[in-house]
């Protein structure tokens, strides 16, 4: 007996299984919502809100909601899209995200989003937030001013690498990451280039060394095509 049943998702059909969330469900179908913090290999976490749709006039986030059958859920209207806009403006004030001089451009999850959002300009004052670099470790680097909190490195190290090499500390505007490490240096702890966690940062926070820049301007992942037909997965298993 089947278990499939089915919502409306912009008035598409789209079936699920009992336990699937709407973003996994929309996904499986092919149907792109917005997101940054989830990974379809790790648990959702709920913290990006990037991937909120509409219910009723409620707001939900996709990738923690539970799909449930016959419901009818908005993921285009331009109240949500200004509301997803907004976001993505306030992540590019809040950290020092400087695209043209990133390693990560043209890969980068953030920047292919704001294209997908139809985001010109930050809107927000900048914060310029002095944050630190760690080159510590030999194979790969941790710029923090790029970092937007979305913790895959952390439940990537935790649950798939079981090493917990990430964690988040602070509260609020004080929220940063950290390495579990007695120096706090990405080169003193147990990270490795082979770990789930060095690939799987959406922005370009944690990348190889010695490698940037290796694919030209016009053949990089998202220069082919936009972020909604390329997913986040291949973007997040690639190297820039
Ligand atoms: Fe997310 Fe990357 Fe920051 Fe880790 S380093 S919390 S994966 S943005
Ligand atoms: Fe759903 Fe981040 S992807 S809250």
Known sequence: MSLERSFRLDGQEIPFTQGQTLMDAALAAGEYIPHLCHNPVLAPHGSCRLCVVGIKGRYVSACTQPAVAGI???????????????????????????????????????????????????????????????????????????????ELCVRASRDLDGKRVFAIAGRGTGSRLVVNAPSGRLGDSGFAATDRAAHVCPVGAILPKHRGYAVRIGHRLYDQQPISRVGDVAANERDP
């Open 72 to 150: 009818e859920v908005d993921n285009s209207s331009a109240q949500l899209i200004g509301y997803r806009r907004a976001l993505v403006q306030m992540l590019f004030v809040e950290g020092n995200h400087v695209c043209p001089a990133c390693e990560k451009s043209g890969a980068c999850q953030l920047q292919a989003v704001a294209y997908y959002l139809g985001m010109l300009a930050p809107h927000y004052t900048h914060f310029f937030p002095r944050r630190p670099l760690d080159a510590s470790h030999p194979e790969f680097f941790i710029d923090h001013n790029r970092c937007i909190l979305c």
